[in-house]
């Protein structure tokens, strides 16, 4: 009971503001930056949400229901994963990196056309290498890196047409580039 009541008050007093310490303004235009010079590089799009703390209704179901907290968070990373509209790709390749402040968890949501192409495990070697940038406080050198490995994988599956011509003109940027802190 003292463990839930904990888990709580950590998701009530995290929030929006916990985000932007994480990551401030101007580290926030630098991933920006950064996002955008990788969908240059491929036709996926790749979304970085952090979030503070839970939503209400999410621990609510946490405790009323029993659901691990490890499920709870990814269920949150998918809804993120559809109200950033990061599924919203003509090639099903898009890439949501979610971190969760107050239970330091993070979720890498693959699309469809991306998941059937790379195995869990690589994606558990990405995550797990972001998780010891952020015990270590480097929020941005953290969320560079694994930004760089989630590029990788989709150039290596999702090239963008170097240049374009009148058969194959490059995509356009589709879904915003700016982090999403919440």
């Known amino acids: 009971m003292l463990a839930q009541l904990s888990r709580l008050l950590r998701h009530r007093w995290m929030d929006e503001a916990d985000a932007r310490r994480a990551v401030p303004p101007d580290a926030c235009e630098r991933l920006r930056r950064r996002v955008h010079a990788s969908e240059r590089r491929h036709t996926g799009e790749v979304r970085i949400c952090i979030e503070g703390g839970l939503p209400t209704s999410y621990l609510w179901r946490h405790l009323r229901d029993g ?3 490890a499920e709870i968070v990814r269920q949150r990373a998918l809804m993120q994963f559809s109200k950033l509209r ?3 790709t003509e090639d099903n390749n898009g890439v949501l990196i979610y971190v969760l402040l107050a239970e330091h ?3 890498l949501v693959a699309d469809r056309g991306v ?3 790379v195995p869990p495990d690589e994606w558990a070697t990405i ?3 972001l998780s ?3 015990q270590s406080g480097s929020f941005e050198d953290g969320l ?3 930004l760089e490995e989630v590029s990788a994988v989709l150039v290596s599956h999702f090239p963008q047409a170097e240049g374009g011509s009148a058969d194959t003109p490059p995509r356009p940027n589709a879904l915003p580039d700016e982090p999403v802190l919440r």
């Open 144 to 146: 560079t890196q694994a």
């Open 132 to 134: 010891n940038s952020l």
């Open 105 to 107: 968890a993070i979720e």
């Open 86 to 88: 990061v599924w919203d």
């Open 115 to 117: 998941h059937r192409l």
């Open 127 to 129: 995550v797990a290498r």
């Open 67 to 69: 659901v691990s907290a």
